[in-house]
């Protein structure tokens, strides 16, 4: 069976006229058209077709796409994490040692790593945060013509954009997979977009 178009968005050309009342002896003969005019009658303007509310439509951005933005906005976070970790670790007299692994410093729990990871986590959601709450849309974002909206389709309120946040740091606790799945999703949402009810959509 097909499915029914919503009513609200129907044409008025498809919905059935009302059946026309009997004339009356008392009233005077209906205009042949909308210009013409009766003799002593008020000339005013025709009425106004009544409004007829349509759905913008929109195209939401898919996984490569938001990856290559992520990119964009990775080669802008990187550097800035990285001088404030050289910024940190000469106030706190934390270096990382020479000549060790890389596993062999996430194994040891190593302090130099932990300071760098967390600088770099709060810097890449400072990032996420302002933007998203100033312009809903990262630097990457805009490169590639693509924006946040919520569930109604307005940009994100900046509560929205705080779970949005938290959403990304829970996409890389279950080890990325909150973001891969934008690729599975049939709406092209991550775990961030389920939990803050937001789409990225292209535009």
């Not at 042949?32 to 939401?60: C, E, F, N, S």
């Not at 990382?96 to 990871?117: C, H, Q, R, S, T």
């Not at 990262?138 to 590639?144: K, S």
């Amino acid at each position: 069976m097909a499915e029914r178009e919503p009513a609200l968005l129907r044409d008025d050309a498809a919905s059935p006229d009302p059946p026309a009342a009997a004339p009356r002896a008392a009233d005077p003969p209906a205009p042949a058209d909308r210009g013409a005019t009766i003799p002593g009658m008020p000339v005013g303007p025709a009425p106004a077709k009544p409004a007829v509310r349509t759905a913008d439509q929109v195209y939401v951005s898919g996984f490569w796409r938001r990856l290559l933005a992520g990119l964009i906005d990775f080669a802008i976070i990187l550097p800035a994490a990285l001088l404030l970790t050289v910024i940190a670790g000469r106030i706190t007299g934390v270096r990382a040692p020479a000549g060790f692994d890389l596993w062999l410093l996430l194994l040891d729990n190593e302090p130099a790593l932990a300071m760098a990871l967390t600088l770099t986590i709060a810097t890449a959601a400072v990032y996420a945060l302002v933007f998203q709450v100033l312009r809903s849309r990262t630097i990457g974002m805009r490169v590639l013509k693509m924006k946040i909206i919520d569930v109604y389709g307005d940009p994100p309120s900046p509560g929205r954009c705080v779970v949005r946040t938290l959403g990304y740091l829970a996409g890389v606790a279950t080890l990325f997979l909150g973001f891969i799945w934008i690729g599975f999703d049939g709406e092209k949402r991550g775990l961030h977009d389920w939990i803050a009810g937001t789409y990225v959509i292209q535009g």
